[in-house]
């Protein structure tokens, strides 16, 4: 067998790889795929850059396990979502690779197999020929006035620009708008996240019999002893994969390099305080538990943009129905604002809340929508529509707003249009399964 030959290489003068698309997505997790998807869908050209050198975002990469605002409340819920989340939950219900939770604060969540949503995300982008550009952290934006004209991104291979004659501020943390100089918002108190676990090892039957109530029981008065902050929280074994979810933790977010180092270390650390626990008070069924995976830090509201309307938590609470509305959800009010407890606002069978258009968009941008928790609200509000559900229906919203926009603005669209456009997300109730 003949050996490989080698060739010299030197590195030559920096020039950035250059590309152009109509819609430019910065954040690939379920907010970004969604608008990329959906724009993909319109005939249009869509670039998705991500910092992470997969995709996915939170929803795969942080093990975060359940669909949460995809469905009404009460004993007779109906789907509130469409868009890829009627074509995830179909594909991945026939790989049986969802299980569905009902009454669980009055709503209805749906664990799904955190591996098998990865490769739907990655076959469908790949089916609608999304251009990607992973592992690529921006580095500038570049603006005209009132427009955004372009990304500048550093990878491991060499920088890359993208010209685009719309954008997406899917990135979690606003890291366009940010990025392009527009007024960010970021909470005056912690918003704490959490960092994620799949545990293996575990008496599955032994679980089921103590009840999911008892283990947050008993978290709530021997916390100190093991070094835990939070006294709440939930494991949720996954049937037939003999491994359980378990969101138990708050940790620190940070937003500067060195803190969100230290962070996710610290996370770590606190997560094995959090087996040590499980295991010394429930031998029987926890007695030989190990972690299989621990998921990146879990953030839930870091930054967002200001937006033309700050949705605003009284408006959550009361249903407040909006002109330009684009998106529906009921989820509860679900503020993580203390280290040892998180503020819940479950709402009635009946409820519903939605989201206006001008709290993805901003003025003094025309070309620029925020998709996922990138949105405007107050902190109360934002906890209210920063789960999946919301951020798949929002970033179907940007998509189609841009495509509406064109060259022209956003503020200036038919918003008719777009709601026609949208009508699933806001008036179809097919009932859950």
């Known amino acids: 067998m003949a050996l490989s030959e080698t060739k010299l290489v030197e590195r030559k003068a920096s020039r950035a790889t250059r590309i152009g698309a109509d819609i430019c997505v910065l954040g690939a997790g379920i907010a970004g795929v969604s608008a990329a998807l959906e724009a993909a869908a319109l005939g249009r050209r869509v670039v998705l850059a991500d910092a992470a050198p997969s995709l996915g975002g939170q929803s795969v990469g942080a093990l975060i396990g359940t669909f949460c605002g995809l469905y009404s409340n009460g004993p007779r819920p109906y789907q509130v979502t469409y868009g890829i989340a009627e074509r995830i939950l179909r594909d991945l219900g026939r790989e049986g690779a969802l299980n569905v939770i009902r009454n ?7 664990q799904y197999d955190e591996v098998r949503l990865a490769r739907w995300i990655e076959r469908a982008l790949a089916e609608a ?3 990607l550009i992973l592992g690529a952290v921006l580095t500038d934006v570049g603006r005209d006035a009132r427009r955004l004209k372009t990304l500048s991104l550093a990878t491991r291979f060499g920088a890359v620009e993208i010209e685009a004659t719309g954008f997406v501020d899917a990135s979690g943390d606003a890291a366009l708008a940010y990025g392009a100089g527009h007024p960010c918002r970021e909470p005056a108190e912690p918003v704490y996240g959490t960092q994620m676990l799949l545990l293996e090892g575990f008496d599955e039957a032994e679980l ?18 093991y070094g835990l902050k939070r006294k709440d929280g939930f494991v949720f074994a996954v049937p037939g994969r003999g491994i359980a979810l378990v969101n138990m933790t708050h940790i620190a977010v940070a937003l500067d390099p060195f803190g969100a180092s230290q962070a996710m270390l610290d996370a770590r650390a606190e997560a094995d305080r959090l087996v040590g626990f499980l295991r010394a008070e429930f031998p029987e069924a926890m007695g030989k538990v190990r972690v299989r995976s621990y998921g990146q830090p879990g953030m839930r509201q870091t930054r967002w943009i200001v937006g033309r309307h700050q949705l605003g938590a009284d408006e959550v609470r009361q249903g407040t129905r909006f002109a330009d ?4 959800a009921s989820w509860p009010i679900e503020l993580h604002n203390r280290p040892d407890d998180v503020h819940w606002e479950v709402f009635g069978d009946d409820h519903m809340h939605y989201v206006p258009l001008r709290s993805l968009t901003a003025d003094g941008l025309d070309n620029l929508v925020a998709a996922g928790r990138t949105i405007d609200g107050d902190v109360a509000a934002l906890s209210a529509v920063r789960v999946m559900g919301p951020c798949i229906a929002t970033g179907a919203a940007a998509a189609h707003a841009l495509d509406l926009a064109g060259s022209g603005s956003v503020h200036q669209i038919d918003v008719v249009a777009l709601q026609r456009r949208l009508e699933d997300n806001l008036e179809r109730r097919d009932p859950a399964p």
């Open 104 to 110: 669980r604060r009055n709503t209805t969540i749906v």
């Open 129 to 131: 020929k999304v251009d």
């Open 208 to 225: 089921a019999r103590i009840g999911t109530e008892a283990i947050p029981k008993r978290l709530a008065t021997v916390a100190a002893r």
């Open 325 to 328: 509305e684009i998106a529906r």
